[in-house]
């Protein structure tokens, strides 16, 4: 049972944004940081990744853990109510996320995906980043 009226849903879920999330800022603001630019959100890319390196033809995604269903991580729990709804939801996000990385490597494109709960651990994220982006032997 939702504890919260339809209006105040409604209101709550428009709040979500797919852009310029707390993790996306947290990632953009370590890779500028490390001294790399990139553009953000090219929607000519499969998937629109959030961070686009097109010199290195590197992009790396941003997943929220429940948005795109994380493997075992606690914030990919489902919700309690409207499953009908939600499961199907969630597991179509889990595999355009997957057709989408497909389809960059199909064009020559490595890509790399950073969970929101991997930035627990900030360091971690960034020596992950820093490999990924320095890495020549990526296509």
Excluded: Q
């Amino acid at each position: 049972m939702d504890t919260l009226t339809p209006a105040e849903r409604g209101e709550r879920m428009s709040r979500i944004r797919a852009r310029d999330t707390s993790p996306e800022m947290t990632v953009r603001s370590f890779v500028h940081a490390l001294g790399f630019r990139y553009r953000l959100h090219d929607r000519r890319l499969p998937g629109c990744p959030d961070l686009v390196f097109a010199a290195r033809r590197k992009v790396i995604f941003v997943h929220g853990c429940f948005w795109h269903r994380h493997n075992r991580c606690e914030l990919a729990r489902l919700p309690k109510s409207r499953l009908e709804f939600w499961l199907p939801k969630l597991e179509a996000n889990k595999r355009r996320d997957a057709r989408c990385r497909r389809a960059l490597t199909a064009l020559g494109w490595s890509s790399l995906v950073i969970w929101e709960c991997e930035l627990r651990d900030p360091l971690r994220v960034m020596f992950k980043t820093l490999m990924f982006l320095e890495d020549e032997t990526c296509p």
